[in-house]
């Protein structure tokens, strides 16, 4: 057992209970053993449980929230009879960014004082940042979700952890002090997911092997060039147990490089900023196991009927926050619900996978809908590309911005990738080419490998991974 072992067993067992409880009057202890063997009850138990939770919320509502209480009055929603969830699709009941936007405070719920909330800002990465609130309680029950969800990996509270991620720019250098000592103290190290040259990717390797964490949690984009340069230097990685993914969409070739360069299994998860972890992947692999005790998760095809197997529009209902209650709410992802079952015992469904947001798409002239993976899968393999962008200035008109990384011909380089892209002349699309010296990354530091630049969009980039 190394020295951030023995801490993190002391963490877990003494100063995390303690510190939890009476220093900071939360209860995170306490929710994390009441929800622990939540993902093994039987599935009528579960059932009843998020029938019960949905009525209750409803309820809420409609006593305490404005809008809420509109639209089902404008619907004619019979609150008192709801069973389940499809009963407000078929009223076509629903919030999303833009309701939040338009809404503004008729979506909070008035039996909570202003100082019982808290502010939380979604990352932007589809346009401007958008506010909602949250009450301690909520927050530290959604911690207690992710810490349950990590325990399917056997990754334990305390268990010593390198977070590569996004973080606020603008603290002053007490505050940044601050959060770095609470980092250290829950024994995570912090480095930024904002830095992805060579240098600092270099530098972030090092430092993390000295750290010596059991696991790292990343952005997949950061974590995905750390991994190639691995390969290509040569370097020894740490020694991990895992690797826990999120923020972007996992490509089945960057799970590969990944787990072939730090030589451990790396697990995905899902979540956002308005809901942190919706879904986790245990250690069977089989796909992520939704936290179906606090969230509702459907999955639509293009006429708004749930489907189970196939791509489709995600939509998410909270059924523990009560402070600005997202009820059908169009994150703005697509994802594949799956109908196995896992050999882990745990009934909780599975999400097969993420594919990735709604805006990452772009329509060709002639109504030929061009998704971001055909981006990945034509230019991932192609030599000499560091990083890449997709931009779509016009309608008919896309151009490719790519980092070069001086391991090949630039001018070949190039003419590879304007090769791969050619059919989309068919659909009346013309490519172009710019060498760039860096491709600026997303308010809270991920990478938008595909975004709409045409006058009006109003987006600053869609969520996703870059090759």
Sequence with gaps: MTGRDFYGTLYR?????????????????????????????????????????????????????????????????????????????????????????????????????PEELHRKFSSGTSGTPIQLHVTKDYWCLQMATKYRAESWIWKAIGAPTTYLWGHRLDLDPVKRLKVSLYWRL????????????????????????????RFIEAYVSPLYLMA????????????????????????????????????????????????????????EHRGMHLNADGFIVEVLDGAGRPVVGEEGEIVITDLNNYATPLVRYRI???GVLSDRTCACGRTFPLMEKVVGRTSDAMK???????????????????????????????????????????????EETGRMILDAFADLAEH?????????????????????FF?????????????GGSA
């Design 13 to 113: 067992n003494a100063m995390f209970p303690a510190y939890d409880r009476l220093i900071k009057r939360r209860n995170i202890h306490v929710y994390f053993r009441e929800i622990a063997e939540h993902p093994r009850m039987p599935l009528p138990e579960l059932h009843e449980i998020r029938r019960r939770k949905l009525q209750a919320l409803l309820d809420h509502c409609v006593l305490h929230v404005p809008y809420y209480r509109r639209r089902f009055e404008e619907t004619g929603l019979d609150v008192g009879s709801i069973e389940d969830i499809g009963e407000l699709r078929e009223r076509g009941i629903f919030t999303s960014k833009e309701t939040i936007k338009t809404a503004g405070a008729d979506l909070r719920s008035d039996a909570f004082a």
């Design 186 to 213: 829950q024994n995570y190290q912090f480095v930024s997911a904002f830095e992805v040259g060579e240098r600092p990717l270099l530098d972030g390797i090092e430092r993390i092997r000295r750290f010596g964490p």
């Design 228 to 283: 190639r340069l691995i390969e290509a230097r040569g370097i020894e990685p740490p020694k991990l147990d895992g690797i826990v993914t999120g923020g972007e969409s996992l490509f089945d070739y960057q799970r590969e490089q990944i787990e072939r360069s730090f030589r451990c299994p790396v697990y995905n998860s899902y979540g956002c900023s308005e809901f942190m972890n919706v879904a986790h992947e245990c250690r």
């Design 332 to 334: 703005g992802d697509r």
């Design 364 to 410: 060709a002239p002639d109504g030929h809908e061009l998704h971001s993976m055909y981006f990945h899968w034509r230019i991932r393999l192609i030599p000499g590309i560091h990083r890449f962008q997709v931009a779509q200035k016009a309608v008919d008109r896309i151009e490719i911005r790519v980092v070069h990384d001086g391991s090949t011909d630039r």
């Design 428 to 448: 009346g699309v013309t490519a172009t080419l710019a060498f760039v010296d860096d491709i600026p990354l997303s308010r809270s530091g991920k990478m938008n």
């Design 451 to 463: 975004v709409s630049e045409m006058p009006g969009s109003g987006a600053s980039g869609a969520g």
